[in-house]
């Protein structure tokens, strides 16, 4: 701290199953070095400019228990306040803005936060880990000019970055800590992160050093250049970890070219690093699609507008079978056929057209669970948000959940039921379904039913150990829908059969047909 300018902000995990900013459990506000709540502006003044780091704090207040917890949400107010930050800092050369979750996973009113910081040559955030390392590098552009950089975790994978700015032109490496010498080239700077409307590019065309900064725990023996595999030579050390060597930029004024840099220290380590270059600001370079769609889709309205979707669809589908008159079956019926008879069958016996229609509505309108939502707060889960301590956070991994309930569970439940009163239908109880002979279609069913199953007992579990014992007695949607299960699928197996009569006739006429 005596040396060192630290700006540290909270993520997810700091604001895990924190009931408030002056709770004990708030360890940031103890052990930050910032020791603050909320966005802040910190101005860094040199000889040659000032430049601006913007704080964003998207953390929810109060902060649940996981899941709960991983988007980040801002409120119309906060969104003030950055856009207040946002104009205090065009008086800087450039302007950083830094925050915990990526863009994609922060919810904002509109005009959105990408707008806010539309001015910003970078975002440096974390908080997807790199996918777990399924994609080491996420970095993208937002539609406004700005570079979203996503930086892997340090408590794990032991990820950091440096950056730096030459000339008003940014540069930076992401690193894994422990790999040396540590290099860096700052002119000419990679052309898939230039950025005209934010950077002076000119500069590069009369620049007259190629600049590198190379670290190591041992002193620098060799900082040597090549460009399209030529080699320039040795850049010569400038002071502290700056080495230079002189070039002439109009001798590749034509298209794109490769700049590689290979450095040696004292004790014998080397590393080789190069990007693509271009001295014309007309040339441009994409990103990964797949790393802009992980950091530019809107998950939680993807997710809002698929779950509402999903809902729609099966009402849609009980609704209109309830009150369709009887299909007409094509002899002998075909997938298609017997899919819609069975739904007909489903829809128009009461008790499974409305337990279906009511889960359905309950998922989407009902409280899921009561209980600790934070140890010792209790609050209310639903798909559109939580009510926790006097607070309302908005719905946004809840939609998630959501999807999967209805995909791994509601919908394969109801297919379930379907296929069972189709077999009725045929005549079959249980036992001499069972023992038709036809086990490789009939065991798969029900081994698959009884696997999705197991999945609803597993988030049984999940509630019980995150949210403890209250949670898991008052939650209709796990528990409650667990128990009751098996009651309807018993019920589909044992009602009388004089409940399938009309379609026992109607689908044996077909058959015999």
Not at 110 to 134: E, F, N, V, W
Not at 214 to 236: M, Y
């Amino acid at each position: 701290m005596e040396k060192t300018k630290w700006l540290d902000i909270r993520g997810n995990h700091d604001a895990y199953n924190i009931p408030s900013l002056d709770s004990v459990k708030n360890y940031y506000r103890k052990y930050s070095a910032v020791r603050r709540d909320g966005h802040f502006h910190y101005v860094h003044n040199t000889p040659f400019g000032n430049y601006s780091f913007i704080c964003v704090d998207a953390t929810q207040t109060p902060g649940p228990k996981r899941p709960y917890n991983f988007f980040g949400i801002l409120n119309k107010k906060q969104m003030e306040e950055l856009l207040v930050l946002a104009k205090e800092s065009r008086q800087s050369n450039h302007t950083i803005w830094f925050g915990h979750f990526t863009t994609s996973t922060v919810i904002s009113p509109s005009p959105g936060i990408r707008s806010i910081m539309s001015s910003a040559i970078a975002y440096l955030c974390g908080h997807l880990h790199t996918l777990g390392g399924l994609m080491p590098v996420l970095h993208t552009r937002h539609n406004q000019g700005t570079l979203e950089l996503e930086v892997g975790d340090w408590k794990d994978n032991r990820r950091y970055r440096i950056f730096a700015f030459d000339h008003d032109l940014f540069s930076f490496a992401d690193l894994s800590f422990g790999k040396w010498p540590v290099v860096l080239i700052t002119n000419p700077k990679s052309l898939l992160y230039s950025c005209a409307k934010h950077e002076p590019l000119e500069r590069l065309l009369h620049s007259t050093h190629i600049r590198i900064l190379a670290f190591s725990l041992s002193s620098i023996t060799s900082v040597a250049v090549k460009i399209d595999g030529v080699n320039l030579g040795q850049a010569l050390h400038l002071s502290g970890p700056i080495f230079i060597l002189k070039w002439n930029p109009r001798n590749y004024t034509n298209g794109t070219h490769k700049i590689e840099v290979i450095v040696q220290d004292s004790a014998g380590r080397s590393r080789s690093v190069h990007h693509i270059f271009s001295v014309q600001e007309n040339i441009h370079l994409t990103f990964d699609p797949m790393a802009s769609f992980i950091l530019l889709t809107d998950y939680c309205t993807v997710a809002r507008v698929l779950f509402v979707l999903i809902v729609l669809v099966q009402l849609t589908i009980l609704i209109t079978f309830r009150y369709r008159k009887h299909p007409v079956l094509k002899a002998p019926p075909g997938f298609i056929n017997l899919t819609s008879f069975s739904l007909h069958v489903l829809s128009k016996i009461n008790i499974f057209y409305y337990s279906m229609l009511l889960l359905t509505l309950y998922t989407v309108l009902g409280p899921w669970f009561f209980g600790e939502i934070i140890d010792g707060k209790l609050g209310c889960c639903f798909s559109f948000g939580i009510f926790v301590n006097g607070h309302f956070l908005q719905g946004s991994i809840t939609f998630i959940i959501g999807i999967l309930q209805l995909v791994f569970f509601n919908i394969p439940l109801m297919v379930y039921l379907c296929w069972s009163l189709l077999q009725r239908c045929f005549g079959h109880n249980f036992r001499s379904h069972l023992h038709q002979g036809k086990y490789l279609k009939i065991i798969p069913v029900h081994l698959l039913m009884l696997l999705l199953y197991l999945w609803q007992v597993c988030s049984c579990y999940f509630i019980h150990v995150t949210f403890g014992t209250l949670a898991f007695v008052f939650s209709p949607l796990r528990t409650w829908l667990t128990l009751l299960t098996p009651v309807l699928v018993r019920y589909v197996w044992t009602l009388n059969s004089t409940e399938f009569g009309t379609f026992m006739v109607q689908l044996k006429c077909h058959m015999s047909s």
